[in-house]
């Protein structure tokens, strides 16, 4: 039999030569996986940069720029608005801007769902041709709907010029309840493009589970007005980081059950993007 060395172990360097060399073993799986998530923490400016110039890239050369789709969702938010507090039988003095700060939120959740579901498959001429880690598409994604929640915030801004509902510094709040969903569409972003990417008739009902979200969210109507299937709204996470993000702006209390589950919620879907992610992030490139 051949004295050939196993993989890993030294080998002798030719004659004349004083260094002895290693081969190189493979990295472990979940190291790639842990130097990726890494990478897009320590270093975000550069898909931070990318969202933003995909958002100017769209809107070149024209005057208002991003603030298109400001003006776009506000038209759509006030006719709404207006019509369906009068059809509630609602005051159109409160009721608009709760539909105003739901409506906002909930173009970031609609906008980060929907478009998870293609970001890796129009992504994979980028992945099977560079290095860039595979989550790096989906933080470029999520980032440019959070620069649209940002622009679309202007909305409610100028309605309370108009309607000037109370204010307290409990409005604070908003920012965790913001900071939660952020790092929740985040994190669930990557199972929904795992998913999407492996079998592609998943888009399609993402599409739809998010159409039924929105009616099964508090969006168009009250929590305290449901009478029938309230565990629905009770096992909606949705509607809890609505409670936590919306509230506090229109100067409502926060209900602390609501913050507890947004904040199990955001830690139970990290957890699961982690080891999905180790799991199947080799895969990705055979699959686009």
């Known amino acids: 039999m051949s004295n050939l060395p196993n993989v890993g172990e030294a080998?002798?360097?030719?004659?004349?030569?004083?260094?002895?060399?290693?081969?190189?073993m493979p990295q472990p799986r979940n190291e790639r996986a842990r130097a990726d998530l890494l990478a897009i923490l320590h270093n975000s400016?550069?898909?931070?940069?990318?969202?933003?110039?995909?958002i100017r890239s769209k809107y070149r050369r024209t005057t208002l720029g991003p603030f298109w789709i400001t003006m776009s969702a506000g038209a759509t938010i006030l006719a709404i608005g207006v019509i369906y507090g009068q059809f509630f039988g609602q005051?159109?003095?409160?009721?608009?801007?709760?539909f105003?700060?739901?409506?906002?939120?909930?173009?970031f959740v609609a906008g980060v769902l929907n478009e998870s579901a293609t970001a890796l498959i129009s992504a994979g001429s980028i992945i099977k041709a560079s290095n860039l880690p595979v989550c790096f598409h989906n933080m470029r994604m999520i980032q440019r709907?959070?620069?649209v929640f940002?622009?679309?915030?202007?909305i409610l801004a100028v309605i309370w010029l108009f309607l000037r509902w109370p204010l307290t510094l409990d409005a604070g709040l908003a920012i965790i309840g913001l900071a939660l969903l952020y790092l929740f569409l985040s994190a669930i972003s990557i199972p929904i493009s795992l998913a999407c990417v492996r079998y592609r008739d998943i888009p399609p009902l993402i599409q739809a589970a998010t159409q039924f979200l929105f009616f099964a969210s508090p969006i168009i109507w009250y929590p305290e007005s449901l009478r029938v299937g309230r565990l629905i709204l009770e096992l909606n996470p949705l509607a809890h980081f609505l409670a936590v993000t919306r509230d506090p702006l229109l100067g409502r209390?926060?209900?602390p059950y609501s913050l507890l589950v947004a904040t199990s919620a955001t830690a139970s879907a990290i957890a699961i993007a982690a080891w999905l992610y180790v799991r199947y992030r080799d895969r990705v490139a055979y699959w686009v």
């Open 11 to 24: 080998i002798a360097p030719p004659t004349g030569t004083r260094k002895w060399t290693r081969t190189a």
């Open 45 to 54: 400016r550069p898909w931070r940069a990318l969202a933003a110039a995909e």
């Open 91 to 98: 005051d159109v003095s409160s009721y608009l801007p709760y």
């Open 100 to 107: 105003a700060a739901g409506m906002v939120t909930w173009g």
């Open 145 to 147: 709907n959070f620069i």
């Open 150 to 154: 940002l622009h679309n915030l202007a």
């Open 253 to 255: 209390p926060v209900d």
